[in-house]
Every structure is written in C-alpha cells, then in structure tokens.
C-alpha cells in the first residue's frame, strides 16, 4: 500500500490563482480530511468527508472547495489563492472501525 | 472537544524514559485521549490512543490518571529518532474524524 499520497510536494503561486491540492489513499477509508499548519502551529482541520459525495467544513474552510466523487480521492481546491494560505497542507484518511489517521507527507504552498 | 495543555519544550537524554504531560481537565465520559508525533515537518504519525485504562504498544505507553484529567505519554528508551512535537489531543470516538492539534510539546533527546 502505498499509503496518503500528496500532490504536488510543493508549488508557488501568485495571488489570484487557483489550483488543485490532489490527495488520494489506497486504503478503501471512508474518512478523508484536510488540515493546514502555519509555522508554530499546530494542524487545523479545512474540510472532510465521511465517505464518497459527503463533506462538510472543518474549522477553517474558507476560501477552499471540495468534493468526494470516489472513495480514494479528495482533491482541495482553491479557487482565488491569497497569500494568508500560504501553509503546509496535509491530507488525512481513517478507515471508520479504527481509530488511527494515517497522514500525507504534506503539500508546500507559497502564495506570492 | 476538550482543551489540552502541554509544555511547550522537554529535553530528554538518550536511551532515558521520557515522560511527556498533558492536562485535559474538562473531558468528557466518552472523550478519548490521543497521542499524535510530527518529525521535522512530516505528516503527523498516531502514536497511542486510550479511554481510561493504561495502555502500551510497541512504540510508547500511555497512562491515564484516574480522575481522567491528566495523562503521560512514555517513551522507554528515547532515541534520536524519536526526537519531534508531540501532540496530546482529546476526542470523542466519533469525533476522532476531527483531531483539534494544539502546539504540542517540542521533545528534543540530547545524545
């Protein structure tokens, strides 16, 4: 299994742009999320989904889309790129009879 | 969810038990408490998880006071490796769907 897969590890955009954070898992895991983390902080929870065509917002899901179409993908979306989204971004799975999260290895986004 | 504290640093040397704290006062019946670690910017990594009783996997210990409010991460025999934040983090077993990280607990193993 190749686990939480991220993609891309890191990219730059400029102000205005939007782009897709692809996240996929190959686990069969109902529950999907997407957190964020600042330097210094702690991860915060964006979006997630409990199982294919279900999401709904975390705490902080502004300025960020989603949609759950199959069970291994959850793309993130952003769709006019700020720099106040400048952040690592992690994508999480959790099959729902355990109780672990296994996580990405993060996406590097730097808006200019 | 319930509130955690931690400290925010701990140094521990090599091949020593360490012993990481974490208050959560105001959890509730079903709350569960979770031990999550992030390698130098890594995704973070599960480490243990418990409802009341102590509990103990192949990479820590956890133990859990009997009033519920604090809790112990223990590492035996710390290692390098395991040098990283930790992250205490309280959640109902429905609500371990959304982890609430706070800043964790930076331990730094000194060889």
């Known amino acids: 299994n190749a686990g939480v897969t991220q993609t891309p590890k890191f990219q730059v955009l400029k102000t205005g742009q939007s782009m897709t954070l692809q996240c996929a898992q190959d686990?069969?895991?109902?529950?999907m999320s997407w957190y964020r983390q600042d330097p210094g902080m702690g991860l915060r929870l964006i979006h997630y989904?409990?199982?294919?065509?279900?999401?709904d917002q975390g705490e902080v899901p502004n300025g960020y889309n989603v949609s759950r179409s199959t069970t291994e993908d959850f793309p993130l979306r952003l769709l006019s790129a700020a720099p106040s989204q400048t952040s690592v971004y992690f994508c999480?799975?959790?099959?729902?009879?355990?109780?672990?999260?296994?996580f990405g290895p993060g996406t590097r986004l730097l808006v200019l | 969810d319930a509130k955690t504290t931690q400290p925010t640093s701990m140094d521990c040397a090599e091949g020593r038990a360490a012993n990481l704290p974490c208050n959560h006062s105001?959890?509730?019946?079903?709350?569960?408490v979770y031990w999550y670690r992030q390698i130098h910017s890594q995704g973070p990594q599960y480490i243990i998880h418990?409802?009341?009783n102590n509990e103990t996997n192949e990479m820590a210990s956890l133990i859990i006071t009997e009033d519920r409010k604090s809790s112990t991460l223990i590492l035996p025999h710390a290692t390098l490796r395991d040098t990283a934040v930790y992250y205490c983090i309280v959640a109902s077993g429905d609500g371990s769907y959304q982890l609430t990280f706070g800043k964790g607990t930076k331990l730094s193993v000194i060889p």
């Open positions: 999480a799975s959790r099959d729902s009879l355990e109780e672990t999260q296994y």
């Open positions: 105001t959890i509730s019946g079903n709350e569960y």
């Open positions: 418990g409802l009341k």
């Open positions: 989904s409990v199982g294919a065509g279900i999401t």
């Open positions: 686990m069969n895991h109902e529950y």
